[in-house]
């Protein structure tokens, strides 16, 4: 039987490429992305004509259209096997220099998206007694690199909302894990947002407001040094996918140039983090 595999943020980066493997792969694959008959309708067109992949339109800031569209494919497919939580963007700059809205808008996309996901996805998982939610951290979810503080946070948001859920929902059949990327070249640079109050508050901070540019600039150098290639990230969603359920690890790092650091960090976590759970009375839930 085929898997039914749900993708959030379809239309460039990790989103489109994990569809396309996803469904080279030979599972069915719903791509959902906005705009399908707009700004992404070359992208949508370009899935939609492989094999095995559904294109839906899904903005995951509509919460009854992320009803909708699962509660659509559940009663096409009778089932849902796996969801990828992929639907984000990036901001870097100043903290300071975002508003409230801008604050709520990244929350609103990155991280109460990523649950309303869930929220739909996952009665239909615990029905079926088994079931694989992949939620899109970010090396940036384990700690918080400067300039890019904001995003940082709806990534530590991500990492907290999935760590908790993970130990909830495994005693059901269902897991919920995280991918955590590094930086790879894909369009999430180019499509980077930052704070509305840039122009106010950016002369306070004299030099530092160039600091930004700077990393961006030294970023580039480093994709042409060290070329990595974002395929990394829908290979290791299919072995996730391929692997046993309950057997699934809570975090994947997917980072040839930093992955070191945020796999020690991982690993002396996870060890206290049993410690905490044992203390608490939650040690049977860990097996």
């Given amino acids: 039987m085929k898997k039914i595999v749900l993708v959030t943020g379809t239309n460039s980066g990790f989103g489109y490429l994990t569809a396309k493997s996803c469904a080279a792969n030979g599972y069915t694959v719903y791509a959902t992305m906005r705009d399908i008959n707009g700004r992404n309708a070359n992208k949508a067109k370009e899935l939609a004509d492989i094999e095995n992949i559904n294109v839906v339109e899904l903005d995951v800031t509509n919460g009854p259209q992320v009803t909708e569209v699962v509660n659509s494919i559940i009663a096409k497919e009778q089932r849902i096997d796996v969801v990828v939580n992929n639907a984000g963007y990036f ?45 899109t951290s970010s090396g940036l979810g384990r700690f918080s690199a400067p300039f890019m503080t904001v995003y940082n946070s709806t990534k530590f948001a991500v990492e907290g909302l999935t760590e908790g859920l993970h130990y909830e929902v495994r005693p059901l059949g269902v ?72 057997q699934r690890p809570i975090r994947t790092v997917v980072d040839g140039m930093t992955g070191q650091f945020i796999e020690s960090a991982n690993a002396k976590v996870k060890e206290e983090y049993v410690n905490f759970l044992t203390a608490f009375g939650m040690k049977d839930i860990l097996n």
């Fill in 91 to 135: 901001g870097g700059g100043l903290a300071e220099a975002y508003s409230e809205s801008d604050f709520e808008n990244m929350f609103d996309v990155n991280v109460k998206g990523t649950w309303r996901v869930i929220k739909a996805a996952l009665p239909h998982m615990r029905a079926q007694g088994e079931g694989l939610i992949i939620n």
């Fill in 175 to 246: 897991d919920v894990v995280l991918i955590q990327p590094g930086a790879f070249p894909t369009e999430i640079f180019g499509k980077s947002v930052y704070g509305s109050d840039a122009a106010t508050v950016a002369p306070g901070y004299g030099a530092l407001a160039n600091v930004p540019e700077q990393i961006g600039h030294g970023m580039g150098q480093m994709f042409e040094t060290m070329k990595p290639d974002p395929q990394m990230i829908p290979d290791a969603i299919l072995k996730l996918i391929s692997t046993p359920k309950g």
